[in-house]
């Protein structure tokens, strides 16, 4: 089993750059395929990006692309979202989410594949 936590969130104006940081315990994240999913207020959860077991293959929700990074440093066993040219859009608790399964590209977006999930972290843009 393993436990995540996520940091880094908070107020940042419209333009600006956040890096939240979901750190590991108990097993690796380099074991497992692990993402980050958000929740506006009054909206569903949504994925965000994501990262596969073992390897640097990344996806990502298309309207983000090229704004939002994910990374995983395993010497820190901490997984990394880089959000850029943040817009009031933005604004939602963002969760980190994991699973020791293999998942396929189609799958990564679907957060019921995901066993284990942080308490999330809020990242309100706003000026």
């Known amino acids: 089993q393993v436990q995540l936590l996520e940091s880094g969130g908070g107020l940042v104006q419209p333009g600006g750059s956040l890096r939240l940081s979901c750190t590991a315990s108990g097993r690796a994240v380099n074991d497992h395929t692990m993402a980050w999913f958000r929740q506006a207020p009054g909206k569903d959860r949504e994925f965000v990006a994501a990262?596969?077991?073992?390897?640097?293959?990344?996806s990502y929700k298309n309207s983000l692309k090229g704004r939002f990074t994910i990374s995983r440093d395993n010497a820190k066993n901490t997984l990394y979202l880089q959000m850029n040219s943040l817009n009031s859009d933005d604004t939602a608790v963002y969760y980190c989410a994991a699973t020791s399964s293999g998942l396929i590209t189609s799958s990564l977006a679907q957060e019921r594949f995901y066993d284990f999930w942080g308490q999330g972290t809020q990242v309100s843009v706003s000026s």
């Open positions: 990262i596969k077991r073992g390897s640097h293959m990344t």
